[in-house]
């Protein structure tokens, strides 16, 4: 966009954006973030009026120990300030964490967008993630079972777009009028405040058994992917189905779709709890130590095109976010890339007040008539505006756009412009009508809305192509892998069993669930102890599994940033440690070297093996794989209880052992089955391939029934 003075030219054209935008000023820096960043290294100390401060130390008081003066400028301020350090946390998603990076376009897009940064692929837009559970508060645990939120904020030369979405590709509603009621009954119970980061209890079961719109995304709540192992493993979904719009103005119909590189991963329920326990800020620091490690998480931004012509030909509503289409039907087209490098500098100021809003567009990118889109388009702004203390919240540095703004909105809370000129109204003539619409043509970049023709009566009225809620839900649960399927099954067990009311429970096992699956509504039925009423009208038929629901399509090619315990006492073999070492950063895994006490251990050679943490403070449940180091120690494990449970632990937690050397005693003394995840060898160079194949499998699934009976 031109930015003509007017105080030099005489306007010609009341139209800012007469002149094409210029494609080599198009390309975004960085540094236009980080201008706003303050470092105090080498700076006096001072008030926020700027007076340099003696002493930090104490307060101004009558006599050494006498009353404190109200004098006292200095302390007031301190105080004042501190008084007022929180602000409201999020009504839902409030526990979060997020990082910058980058996204850059693949070639072609031009044929579905007119957009800059989806059609340049020459062009790497500074983006934002923050990641996010739903149910709890801004102090909940990262691993709780929930449905976690994925919004990705894109500062684009032609404005920001916000593409606010979430790990699961379905909604729990269809209308924006039933989220409140959906999210009073999911939240933490009035009475008490419980449970904190939690679906299991009464007021959720109770709404969505009795709302069935909710129960294909309910399913998903149930699956694995509501615990994800880590951050960087999650897909991401646009949930809702957009529209594109390319320079000639045809619109196409889209669901965005993002993929990690690093493949999909879960966390077993019981490591989720336990890690709730051991280690809350799992998830974030699993974020933070990957990026500044080096280990970029990177995803892949794809889009299913649906045609104008073809919005009717789906047996569902294009516009009914409980729905997603199988990729069997409508392939996912990759449209770029996007990676995350750069940690935030300070939480509060980059992820606390980021501010995201499904209705950021930019040209080229339009809504359609998703009854919930539609209602999101409105909250979003409106909650920042109790969040963020007003209106301006978009002057905060990271919710600046890169581009230039400039409208007549003025003052208010919080205003860190100073406006020059005059009119602040428009049409003007003392400021030459500054500053000015532009047209809508693509070589301008106006936005314009898409013109969609829209004929109806008004109406309260849910529409009949909204009213199946269960063939998807059976689609989903039907396209599991076994494992996942019995997961689900576990699920809907554990939570229903917090259910105090037995009416609830039976009304979510036959009045939902036997209409979704009848296997699945027995099994949950059986192990709940309720009688299952097989409805007359159930459809049970059995659908086509779509290939692209099971986690299991969804595997990493690498074992890039995966964790491995390497279990050493004194006297280990120091030789097959540095092995190990070498192996992992050749494939940049992170091998951490766990010692009985944070003290270093001496190996054959009485050389030191450093401790990258202890066993008891570094919980199995925060890795991938475990290894135990031979030695001449094979009595000392056998009397430390903890490498023990270490041991047994990782085994009922599926993953892959190795057993070097001596240690492969412990295989039976442990009561573990021997089985192709556990690995013994006296050379750790002999099964190095075996053990990365393992690594990227992420489980050996076939343990689980055997897992089943080892100690919690
Ligand atoms: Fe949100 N949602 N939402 N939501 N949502 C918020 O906005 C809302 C919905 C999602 O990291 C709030 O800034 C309504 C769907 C994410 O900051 C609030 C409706 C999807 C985040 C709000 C929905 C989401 C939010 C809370 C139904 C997936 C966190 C504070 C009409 C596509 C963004 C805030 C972040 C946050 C309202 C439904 C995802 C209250 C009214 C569907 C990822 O405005």
Known sequence: MSNKNPNNSEQKSQMAGADAPDKQNTSTKLDQLEQYRRDATGQALTTNQGVKIADNQNSLKAGVRGSTLLEDFILREKITHFDHERIPERIVHARGVGAHGYFQAYEGNEKYTKAGFLTDPSIQTPIFVRFSTVQGPRGSADTVRD????????????????????????????????????????????????PTGGSAHDTFWDFVSLVPESAHAVMWAMSDRAIPRNLRSMQGFGVHTFRLINAEGKGVFVKFHWTPKQGLSQLLWDEAQKLAGKDPDFHRRDLYDAIEAGNYPEWELGIQVIEEEDEMKFDFDLLDPTKLIPEELVPVTPIGKFVLNRNVDNFFAEIEQIAFCPGHVVPGIDFTNDPLLQARLFSYTDTQISRLGGPNFHQLPINKPVCPFHNSQRDAMHQGHIHKGQAAYQPNSIDQNWPAETPAAAQYGGFESYQERIDGNKIRQRSESFSDHFSQARLYYQSLAKHEQKHVVDAYTFELSKVER?????????????????????????????????????????????KKLTMEAFAPKDIKAKKIAVLVHDQVNGDQVKAIQKWAESESAVAEVLTPTPAPVKDLK?????????????????????????????????????????????????????????????????????DKGTLVTDRFDQVKDQFKQLIIDHRVWEREPAAEGIPA
């Open 147 to 194: 449905i976690r939120g994925f919004a990705i904020k894109f500062y684009t030369q032609e404005g920001n777009y916000d593409l606010v979405g979430n790990n699961a590709p379905v909604f729990f509603v269809q209308d924006g009028i039933k989220f409140p009621d959906f999210v009073h009954a999911v939240k933490p119970e009035p009475h008490n405040e419980v």
């Open 502 to 546: 037995p009416h609830i429970r039976e009304r979510e096992v036959n009045e939902v669930l036997a209409y979704i699956d009848l296997d699945l509504a027995q099994q949950v039925a059986d192990n709940l102890g309720i009688t299952l009423n097989k409805p007359k009208d159930q459809n049970n038929a059995e659908v086509k599994p779509s």
């Open 606 to 674: 009485k050389a030191e093996v450093a401790s990258d943490g202890m066993q008891k403070a570094e919980p199995s449940i925060a890795y991938d794989a475990v290894i135990i180091v031979d030695g001449d120690n094979l009595d000392a494990v056998k009397a430390d209880g903890v490498t023990k449970h270490y041991l047994q632990e990782a085994y009922k937690h599926l993953k892959p052992i190795i057993f070097l050397g001596d240690k492969s005693e412990l295989i039976d003394r442990l009561d573990l089955t021997k």
